[in-house]
Nanobody, 126 residues
Framework: QVQLVESGGGLVQAGGSLRLSCAASGRTFITHAMGWFRQAPGKEREFVAAISWSGGMPYYADSVKGRFTLSRDNAKNTLYLQMNNLKPEDTAVYYC???????????????????WGQGTQVTVSS
């Protein structure tokens, strides 16, 4: 019903910046929220940031607060993640997720999201 495509990943040095994009298509008129998760080798997929599509403040994991910034373009159905002052520990595959159905799961919970993108690799060298 909804397709999510991430882009913008790549290789950067520590202290550098990247901007990730997630373009949503299909029946996006029922969007409730969108977010980013990441998964490093040998680690669980962890919450990075999420935002309500109707507005309000975005939510960030403690590990990225002050460095990452969420934004969205409602008209383009696109979510952005501006990542500044990147650290080697930010290295992971970053996944875009969309919440298109009402549920009781917290925004940090993967189960809140019904659709996922294919992921984009972010590698930060020291």
């Amino acid at each position: 019903q909804v397709q999510l495509v991430e882009s913008g990943g790549g290789l950067v040095q520590a202290g550098g910046s990247l901007r990730l994009s997630c373009a949503a298509s299909g029946r996006t008129f029922i969007t409730h929220a969108m977010g980013w998760f990441r998964q490093a080798p040998g680690k669980e997929r962890e919450f990075v940031a999420a935002i309500s599509w109707s507005g309000g403040m975005p939510y960030y994991a403690d590990s990225v607060k002050g460095r990452f910034t969420l934004s969205r373009d409602n008209a383009k159905n696109t979510l952005y993640l501006q990542m500044n002052n990147l650290k080697p520990e930010d290295t992971a595959v970053y996944y875009c997720a969309g919440k298109y159905y009402v549920n009781s799961y917290y925004y940090q919970d993967r189960r809140a999201y019904s659709d996922w993108g294919q992921g984009t690799q972010v590698t930060v060298s020291s």
